[in-house]
């Protein structure tokens, strides 16, 4: 190996490395190889080499991690990251490799979560024989394809609904004002154009739920009430233990942990996508009680 003519302070487990000559090496995370002068350590104790490109990204992944936000919009901004790193042609050919596997609900996914789900499955396969790699961003594409799925399916024709019918503007200002369902009040009711995250929707549901008396004098959790009564499935989403609980499993026991510092192992994804696209997996739940 050519001779190190700089090292560039550590940064968390991560030191970039300059040689004076460019030399061929395998990224020990993204498994190319890559010829370069800039070579990143990784794991200062026991030493892996990745490239600059990985490099960049590690440092963004922990630079999110820390920022003092709620793990959602961590979530959020580490999907957004995650997203740019798979090219929608490699999450394609990774999401049809999961059609046979899934083909009894394969068809109904979105475009998007078949994405999502493509992009952990594309990482998947790149890092599988790395355990000692983070698996927190596939795990949070696991839980956005489930959330988008859950908007595709679910909270957009309750809006298509709120939006195309009377309404006593009263009621709807007090609805968006509420604490427990203002939030989503807000997007189905149009006073807000980003669409609720998974907590937002599941905590309204589990409002529904618990509060009969206020259906009768609110227009959102009428409207609400009035669309799951058209499915087939009601009890999916009425009762406390399917609907609620997959989705706050979801949150706190992988995204949550997913958006914090620190990493979460292979294992964890494994069990992560298993319970959502198990053979009775909650996405097979979520799609037969809203087709």
């Known amino acids: 190996m050519a001779p190190a003519i700089e090292r560039y302070p550590p940064r968390g487990n991560l030191q970039l490395v300059r040689y004076d000559k460019a030399a061929p090496f395998e990224c020990w995370r993204c498994r190319k190889t890559k010829v370069s002068k800039l070579q990143a350590i990784a794991n200062l104790e026991r030493s892996r080499i990745v490239c600059n490109a990985c490099y960049g990204y590690l440092l963004s992944l922990d630079e999110i ?158 409207l609400l009430n009035a669309h799951l009564s058209s499915y087939r499935d009601v009890d999916y989403f009425m009762n406390q233990e399917r609907f609620v609980g997959q989705a706050t499993e979801l949150t706190q026991s992988y995204r949550n942990p997913a958006a914090h510092v620190g990493s979460l192992s292979k294992l964890a994804f494994e069990e992560c996508r298993t319970k959502l696209m198990g053979p009775s997996g909650f996405l097979w739940q979520l799609i037969t009680a809203t087709s």
């Not at 799925?149 to 195309?164: D, H, K, T, W, Y």
């Not at 309204?204 to 008396?213: C, G, V, Y």
Request: aromatic share 10%; charged share 30%.
């Open 65 to 222: 991690k820390a920022r003092n936000i709620e793990p959602w919009l961590k979530a959020e901004q580490i999907h957004d990251l995650t997203v740019k790193e798979v090219s929608a042609k490699q999450a394609a050919q990774s999401a049809e490799r999961q059609e046979q596997r899934l083909k009894q609900y394969w068809r109904f996914l979105s475009p998007q979560a078949r994405q999502f789900i493509g992009t952990a499955e594309f990482l998947y396969e790149r890092m599988t024989e790395r355990v000692d790699l983070d698996f927190s961003p596939l795990i949070i594409e696991l839980v956005k394809s489930f959330e988008h799925q859950c908007l595709i399916g679910f909270v957009e024709p309750i809006r298509n609904s709120a939006m195309n019918g009377p309404h006593v503007e009263s009621e709807v200002s007090e609805d968006c004002e509420d604490r427990d369902f203002g939030r989503m009040a807000k997007y189905v009711f149009g006073r807000d154009v980003r669409p609720p995250e998974l907590g937002v929707i599941a905590y309204s549901l589990a409002t529904l739920i618990h509060s009969k008396e206020r259906i009768l004098r609110s227009r959102f959790l009428k």
